[in-house]
């Protein structure tokens, strides 16, 4: 019914930058917000940035001043850029999407591993 493909994981070394991108296809209007969460071994998924559709936007503090989201709503799309990377922010990253179909639902990509070494 939705999908949501992620894409701009990889190994990049302490310092570097990445960035995660998220398309969303499927049969619905509009997408009220788009986001982040990563989950590291062990841990909680957690989330990372969310932006809802007006582009008011959410950080996690661990990322703030390091992490952008971004959205192109016309093309049903979320960024994320990652810069200045740490060995803690070493996680699966995953897009989510909340939309509503028959109610409020939250979709969620298959994750893409983001690796940083030190």
């Known amino acids: 019914q939705v999908q949501l493909v992620e894409s701009g994981g990889g190994l990049v070394q302490a310092g570097g930058s990445l960035r995660l991108s998220c398309v969303a296809s499927?049969?619905?209007?509009?997408?009220?917000?788009m986001g982040w969460y990563r989950q590291a071994p062990g841990k909680q998924r957690e989330l990372v940035a969310n932006?809802?559709?007006?582009?008011?936007?959410n950080y996690a503090d661990s990322v703030k001043g390091r992490f952008t989201i971004s959205r192109d709503n016309a093309k049903n799309t979320v960024s994320l850029q990652m810069n200045s990377l740490k060995p803690e922010d070493t996680a699966v990253y995953y897009c989510?999407?909340?939309?509503?179909?028959?109610?409020?639902?939250?979709?969620w990509g298959q994750g893409t591993q983001v690796t940083v070494s030190s």
């Open positions: 989510s999407a909340l939309i509503s179909i028959s109610g409020l639902n939250m979709f």
């Open positions: 499927g049969k619905f209007f509009s997408i009220n917000a």
């Open positions: 932006i809802i559709s007006g582009g008011s936007t």
